[in-house]
């Protein structure tokens, strides 16, 4: 039996079903190698050597997949039908050939189909093929390209921006179409102009709404009325003259249906109509594709295969009547440059099938799947057919003339089916209403004449359908990355999502001015999108991708070297000049906004702190304390606290303050002692505005966590608290304790006055929402402390029987282990155990200072790096937070 390899167990399994007991079908679970997330793994100065790990988890897939080849010596990659599957595929034969699995005499073959359907996937295997080279290559040059620029490029933000997280060649290219349209929308001077609207009322009595046009024998134009006055005049014409329809001309129209959807124009309309991100959208896609109900759900095509349009014509006959086939079927052509992933349409596989016949249990798959029924049976529906009318109404003397216009539907042909949704519509300028009859010569009644004044409006923030939009038109990122790429800067906390719009935080600000002024060109639009076609060259097969990578590293290495010669000062201070109409805009009294408000001389600039990222401070620091959050004055949440903090008063002894923190306002009791002992803080919540917190307010937030008693079935207590997310309850013996349950309470208030019976009952409510997960686990044993690193060792009741636990280590006990005979000397054992098998092992707390730093150089320490930490870790922690970003720019998530 040939074994068959395939991405995932949801495909294995219907492949399988086609395929009958002939062929081995197993799945790779994704990539089942990728490069180590370390410098050094891609190898500029070895000819661009690249350094390939198998994942932990993909080890047992491998071996799968090894031990099935040993008994049946043929293998055939069945992955899927773009790049990236292509790409798993060599990664597969590679890994296969490094254990041998691969022999001389081992028939290898690829073979690839649109659609999981018994047709499809036996066509396929009549029609096999080696591995397609160039396309791996050009997956080699984009792995290569976005793993340089993670972990060369982010290294330089941290060093010189502190604070900042990651870059990334496509991801920062993104970012800046985002503050830049924010820019430009800070920047937009609003223009005043006005029209005049009248309501008039035909000799049969019906009413119509018209538009002025002419005035004084002039066409109008958009700001011709640029004032109340000048609008009153023309409202004072018009109310001035008899009027009369001297117009009426109707016209026929046709519209013709949308091209069935590609990847960006599904995720787009997806977003329109029903909110779906473009992951969302890409992981319900992911699901249709698996269960058989649509075709591969990457790709730049519009095409249609023959057979799927002729079913498509007999679905549209059946459904609708042969009225609504057009008499040829329909060809689209497809418009992108490079379509390199030359795919069909993502369409339903079986074009008879609509979302009812479907019988899809996920609400999110059902709707994504009607979507794309719909667009694709309309995509080959008649037109449209419609008559549009305009009604010239004016004087007899010429100088006013008022237009009103409207369609009506003649044969709705694809409407009845769908209609493609808008991004941003001008509801100003609605031409599609029905107008009541009228004939030249009609005298019109005037009844209201209205002046409206209106605004002209700043260009829309961008959706992700309107972004995905955009970055297909620059041609920058291709159909499988786009989804990744706007999850990643959202999730590096570049950019946030309100009312679906993408809104850049302060901190995205940040490193955008920073790479558009250090890294212009590797964050310019023209540069990206003709590194994509160099790119597709190289998937064409018409380009050395070693060659495209000598020359990207060529200049961006002295790039690099240069904004390292840059001091953080210089950095600091070429940021300050960037974003100084942002962070220091003019006073209303045109005083100087850098002045510091605080001493009075000092100058206000941009400030950074390895922890906290940036801040505005004094340059009169120490001496001034003056700071504030990064961004307008307007902003800063804590603007009413003095730099040394707010005395409300004293309890028990203790003063009562109120400080500002670069993370927001916060109570305090106390003072900070010699010693470096912190007192006692509690962060104010964002509802409660810091210049109005007073004593009484402060000492009931010092007062948390809040202990509302034991639980009466366990005796396990039971505490409020004020947490990162809101308000909440905790059943656990500590709020310290990382186990237990927490369920959210709705209101601030509560936290003070929520009862055992009320939380009870939240408890119980958040439990049985999850299916009874979470609930606090019952000690059945305490054994004592772990003798040599310390915290409890206890026997817990499990859902499979008893276990012991210490620490996050959770050993099972033997079958025939009677729970009141284990001893702890026994417990540990077991825990010695699994943490052999988990290769885990929990560092004790350092004690000295002098420990402290001799773990930092412990090579394990690497992967808790952060960008934070002091230089000696600095190199290391690139590994971490740069290979985050170098998979992100990956083309898509398996």
Same mark, same amino acid.
């Not at 022999?103 to 080696?130: G, H, L």
């Not at 594709?289 to 095509?301: K, S």
């Not at 597709?536 to 790039?559: H, I």
């Not at 408890?763 to 044993?781: D, I, M, N, P």
């Given at each position: 039996?040939?074994?068959?390899?395939?991405?995932?167990?949801?495909?294995?399994?219907? &492949?399988?079903?086609?395929?009958?007991?002939?062929?081995?079908?197993?799945?790779?679970?994704?990539?089942?190698?990728?490069?180590?997330?370390?410098?050094?793994? !891609?190898?500029?100065?070895?000819?661009?050597?690249?350094?390939?790990?198998?994942?932990?988890?993909?080890?047992?897939?491998?071996?799968?997949?090894?031990?099935?080849?040993?008994?049946?010596?043929?293998?055939?990659?069945?992955?899927?039908?773009?790049?990236?599957?292509?790409?798993?595929?060599?990664?597969?034969?590679?890994?296969?050939?490094?254990?041998?699995?691969?022999?001389?005499?081992?028939?290898?073959?690829?073979?690839?189909?649109?659609?999981?359907?018994?047709?499809?996937?036996?066509?396929?295997?009549?029609?096999?093929?080696?591995?397609?080279?160039?396309?791996?290559?050009?997956?080699?040059?984009?792995?290569?390209?976005?793993?340089?620029?993670?972990?060369?490029?982010?290294?330089?933000?941290?060093?010189?921006?502190?604070?900042?997280?990651? $870059?990334?060649?496509?991801?920062?290219?993104?970012?800046?179409?985002?503050?830049?349209?924010?820019?430009?929308?800070?920047?937009? +001077?609003?223009?005043?102009?006005?029209?005049?609207?009248?309501?008039?009322?035909?000799?049969?009595?019906?009413?119509?709404?018209?538009?002025?046009? !002419?005035?004084?024998?002039?066409?109008?134009?958009?700001?011709?009325?640029?004032?109340?006055?000048?609008?009153?005049?023309?409202?004072?014409?018009?109310?001035?003259?008899?009027?009369?329809?001297?117009?009426?001309?109707?016209?026929?129209?046709?519209?013709?249906?949308?091209?069935?959807?590609?990847?960006?124009?599904?995720?787009?309309?997806?977003?329109?109509?029903?909110?779906?991100?473009?992951?969302?959208?890409?992981? $319900?896609?992911?699901?249709? #594709?698996?269960?058989? %109900?649509?075709?591969?759900?990457?790709?730049?095509?519009?095409?249609?295969?023959?057979?799927?349009?002729?079913?498509?014509?007999?679905?549209?006959?059946?459904?609708?009547?042969?009225?609504?086939?057009?008499?040829?079927?329909?060809?689209?052509?497809?418009?992108?440059?490079?379509?390199?992933?030359?795919?069909?349409?993502?369409?339903?596989?079986?074009?008879?099938?609509?979302?009812?016949?479907?019988?899809?249990?996920?609400?999110?798959?059902?709707?994504?799947?009607? %979507?794309?029924?719909?667009?694709?049976?309309?995509?080959?529906?008649?037109?449209?057919?419609?008559?549009?009318?305009? !009604?010239?109404?004016?004087?007899?003397?010429?100088?006013?003339?008022?237009?009103?216009?409207?369609?009506?539907?003649?044969?709705?042909?694809?409407?009845?089916?769908?209609?493609?949704?808008?991004?941003?519509?001008?509801?100003?300028?609605?031409?599609?209403?029905?107008?009541?009859?009228?004939?030249?010569?009609?005298?019109?009644?005037?009844?209201?004449?209205?002046?409206?004044?209106?605004?002209?409006?700043?260009?829309?923030?961008?959706?992700?359908?309107?972004?995905?939009?955009?970055?297909?038109?620059?041609?920058?990122?291709?159909?499988?990355? #786009?989804?990744? &790429?706007?999850?990643?800067?959202?999730?590096?906390?570049?950019?946030?999502?309100?009312?679906?719009?993408?809104?850049?935080?302060?901190?995205?600000?940040?490193?955008?001015?920073?790479?558009?002024?250090?890294?212009?060109?590797? !964050?310019?639009?023209?540069?990206?999108?003709?590194?994509?076609?160099? %790119?597709?060259?190289?998937?064409?097969?018409?380009?050395?991708?070693?060659?495209?990578?000598? +020359?990207?590293?060529?200049?961006?290495?002295?790039?690099?070297?240069?904004?390292?010669?840059?001091?953080?000062?210089?950095?600091?201070?070429?940021?300050?000049?960037?974003?100084?109409?942002?962070?220091?805009?003019?006073?209303?009294?045109?005083?100087?906004?850098?002045?510091?408000?605080?001493?009075?001389?000092?100058?206000?600039?941009?400030?950074?702190?390895?922890?906290?990222?940036?801040?505005?401070?004094?340059?009169? =620091?120490?001496?001034?304390?003056?700071?504030?959050?990064?961004?307008?004055?307007?902003?800063?949440? $804590?603007?009413?606290?003095?730099?040394?903090?707010?005395?409300?008063?004293?309890?028990?002894?203790?003063?009562?303050?109120?400080?500002?923190?670069?993370?927001?306002?916060?109570?305090?009791?106390?003072?900070?002692?010699?010693?470096?002992?912190?007192?006692?803080?509690?962060?104010?919540?964002?509802?409660?505005?810091?210049?109005?917190?007073?004593?009484?307010?402060?000492?009931?937030?010092?007062?948390?966590?809040?202990?509302?008693?034991?639980?009466?079935?366990?005796?396990?207590?039971?505490?409020?608290?004020?947490?990162?997310?809101?308000?909440?309850?905790?059943?656990?013996?500590?709020?310290?304790?990382?186990?237990?349950? +927490?369920? +959210?309470?709705?209101?601030?208030?509560?936290?003070?006055?929520?009862?055992?019976?009320?939380?009870?009952?939240?408890?119980?409510?958040?439990?049985?929402?999850?299916?009874?997960?979470?609930?606090?686990?019952?000690?059945?044993?305490?054994?004592?402390?772990?003798?040599?690193?310390?915290?409890?060792?206890?026997?817990?009741?499990?859902? =499979?029987?008893?276990?012991?636990?210490?620490?996050?280590?959770?050993?099972?006990?033997?079958?025939?282990?009677?729970?009141?005979?284990?001893?702890?000397?026994?417990?540990?054992?077991? &825990?010695?155990?699994?943490?052999?098998?988990?290769?885990?092992?929990?560092?004790?707390?350092?004690?000295?200072?002098?420990?402290?730093?001799?773990?930092?150089?412990?090579?394990?320490?690497?992967?808790?790096?952060?960008?934070?930490?002091?230089?000696?870790?600095?190199?290391?922690?690139?590994?971490?937070?740069?290979?985050?970003?170098?998979?992100?720019?990956?083309?898509?998530?398996?």
């Amino acid at each position: 039996m040939p074994v068959v390899v395939v991405e995932s167990p949801a495909k294995a399994k219907t &492949i399988n079903k086609y395929l009958g007991p002939d062929y081995t079908v197993l799945a790779s679970y994704g990539h089942v190698r990728d490069l180590p997330p370390k410098d050094g793994s !891609v190898d500029p100065d070895q000819n661009f050597e690249m350094q390939w790990e198998v994942a932990s988890d993909s080890k047992k897939h491998i071996k799968a997949i090894a031990d099935a080849l040993a008994e049946d010596n043929e293998l055939i990659l069945a992955t899927d039908p773009d790049r990236e599957g292509e790409a798993i595929s060599w990664h597969l034969q590679e890994a296969l050939r490094k254990r041998k699995s691969i022999k001389k005499d081992t028939p290898v073959s690829r073979v690839v189909f649109n659609a999981i359907t018994k047709d499809a996937v036996t066509e396929a295997m009549r029609n096999p093929r080696q591995v397609d080279q160039p396309l791996v290559d050009a997956y080699l040059a984009r792995r290569a390209l976005d793993y340089l620029v993670g972990f060369k490029l982010s290294p330089v933000l941290w060093r010189r921006l502190p604070g900042a997280k990651s $870059a990334g060649r496509v991801q920062s290219v993104t970012l800046r179409l985002i503050v830049e349209r924010e820019m430009e929308i800070e920047a937009f +001077n609003p223009r005043e102009y006005w029209t005049v609207k009248a309501q008039l009322t035909t000799p049969r009595g019906q009413t119509v709404e018209t538009r002025l046009t !002419v005035l004084a024998g002039k066409r109008l134009e958009k700001f011709d009325l640029e004032n109340a006055t000048q609008a009153e005049m023309a409202q004072q014409a018009v109310l001035s003259r008899d009027l009369s329809v001297q117009r009426v001309e109707a016209k026929p129209a046709n519209r013709n249906p949308s091209a069935p959807f590609m990847t960006s124009t599904l995720q787009q309309e997806a977003s329109r109509k029903f909110g779906f991100g473009a992951r969302m959208t890409m992981n $319900a896609a992911q699901r249709l #594709y698996e269960a058989g %109900l649509i075709t591969y759900m990457r790709t730049d095509g519009i095409d249609m295969a023959p057979e799927a349009v002729t079913a498509a014509r007999d679905a549209i006959a059946a459904k609708f009547g042969k009225q609504y086939v057009p008499e040829t079927p329909r060809i689209y052509k497809n418009k992108a440059k490079n379509a390199q992933e030359a795919h069909e349409c993502i369409r339903p596989t079986d074009l008879m099938k609509d979302a009812s016949d479907a019988k899809i249990a996920d609400p999110d798959q059902r709707k994504l799947y009607d %979507l794309i029924y719909k667009r694709t049976i309309a995509s080959q529906m008649a037109g449209a057919r419609m008559e549009r009318t305009t !009604v010239d109404v004016g004087s007899d003397d010429g100088q006013v003339v008022l237009r009103a216009t409207g369609q009506v539907v003649l044969f709705d042909g694809f409407l009845r089916v769908y209609e493609e949704g808008r991004d941003d519509v001008d509801t100003a300028e609605d031409d599609d209403k029905r107008l009541p009859q009228m004939a030249e010569g009609d005298a019109m009644t005037k009844e209201v004449v209205t002046p409206e004044q209106h605004f002209t409006q700043p260009p829309p923030r961008y959706t992700e359908a309107t972004l995905v939009k955009r970055m297909e038109e620059l041609g920058i990122g291709r159909p499988s990355t #786009y989804a990744s &790429i706007v999850t990643t800067i959202q999730d590096r906390g570049y950019v946030r999502k309100e009312k679906n719009r993408l809104i850049p935080e302060d901190k995205g600000r940040l490193v955008t001015a920073f790479l558009t002024n250090y890294f212009r060109k590797y !964050v310019g639009y023209d540069y990206t999108a003709s590194l994509e076609e160099e %790119l597709d060259f190289v998937s064409a097969g018409d380009a050395d991708y070693k060659k495209v990578l000598e +020359n990207f590293w060529r200049d961006f290495k002295v790039t690099i070297d240069e904004a390292m010669d840059n001091s953080i000062t210089e950095v600091l201070e070429k940021i300050n000049d960037v974003l100084a109409p942002h962070i220091f805009p003019p006073n209303e009294d045109g005083t100087d906004p850098r002045l510091c408000p605080n001493c009075g001389t000092g100058r206000l600039s941009m400030r950074t702190a390895r922890a906290g990222g940036a801040f505005i401070g004094c340059s009169n =620091y120490p001496d001034c304390k003056y700071t504030r959050a990064f961004g307008p004055p307007g902003q800063d949440d $804590a603007a009413g606290i003095p730099p040394e903090g707010k005395l409300l008063g004293e309890d028990d002894g203790d003063k009562i303050w109120v400080h500002k923190g670069r993370f927001g306002p916060y109570a305090q009791r106390g003072e900070v002692t010699e010693d470096n002992k912190k007192p006692k803080r509690q962060s104010i919540p964002k509802e409660w505005p810091p210049e109005e917190v007073d004593l009484e307010t402060a000492v009931k937030l010092l007062s948390l966590p809040r202990l509302i008693g034991p639980h009466p079935e366990d005796g396990v207590n039971v505490w409020s608290n004020i947490g990162r997310y809101g308000p909440y309850l905790k059943h656990a013996e500590s709020t310290s304790d990382r186990g237990g349950t +927490n369920a +959210n309470l709705e209101t601030l208030e509560d936290v003070f006055t929520v009862g055992m019976n009320r939380a009870v009952q939240l408890l119980a409510e958040k439990v049985a929402s999850r299916g009874g997960r979470g609930a606090a686990a019952k000690t059945l044993k305490s054994l004592g402390d772990h003798p040599d690193e310390g915290g409890a060792v206890e026997i817990k009741e499990g859902k =499979y029987g008893p276990y012991v636990k210490w620490d996050k280590i959770n050993a099972t006990l033997p079958k025939d282990s009677e729970v009141e005979s284990v001893t702890l000397e026994q417990a540990l054992e077991l &825990i010695a155990e699994k943490q052999a098998k988990k290769g885990t092992r929990r560092k004790a707390a350092p004690k000295k200072t002098a420990a402290k730093k001799t773990a930092t150089k412990k090579k394990p320490a690497a992967k808790k790096a952060t960008a934070t930490q002091k230089k000696p870790a600095a190199k290391k922690s690139t590994a971490k937070t740069a290979s985050g970003d170098a998979s992100a720019e990956g083309d898509v998530l398996k």
